[in-house]
């Protein structure tokens, strides 16, 4: 994801998340957007631990970590904020590899395919649905 707007930009696009970010920001500035990015599956499990007690939700491309990490699915599992998966492309139309998700099964809602938009998608829903998760 730190490569977003360099890597594969025909299926990815153009945009930097920092860019992307900005936009965000202003469109739900009634509301504390933050970010976080790493590389690294340990610390996306301690992010997702510490946002427990900070957060009223979490918006989370887990990228590749999608097809492999049954830790992230379990640590999701194990917090009680609610997490809405998000995907730039349609892994349910990518590669085989790439259409089995651990994190679709623990999450809140899973939007996948909408490029860049899908992260204000999951604001969005997660806005209208927050009565009732």
Not at 10 to 33: A, C, M, P, V, W
Request: proline share 3%; aromatic share 10%; with cysteine.
């Amino acid at each position: 994801m730190n490569l977003l707007g360099k890597r594969e930009p025909d299926i990815y696009g153009h945009q930097s998340f920092e860019d992307f970010l900005k936009e965000l920001r202003s469109k739900f500035s009634t509301h504390n957007i933050d970010y976080y990015q790493t590389n690294h599956e340990g610390s996306i499990i301690d992010k997702l631990q510490e946002s427990d007690n900070q957060y009223d939700a979490v918006v989370l491309n887990p990228a590749a970590y999608t097809h492999t990490s049954i830790a992230i699915a379990d640590c999701i599992k194990a917090i009680d904020i609610p997490v809405v998966e998000v995907h730039i492309s349609d892994i349910r139309k990518r590669e085989p590899f790439r259409q089995k998700s651990f994190i679709t099964e623990v999450a809140v809602h899973a939007i996948m395919g909408h490029g860049l938009n899908g992260y204000a998608l999951a604001v969005e829903w997660l806005l209208k649905n927050r009565a009732n998760l």
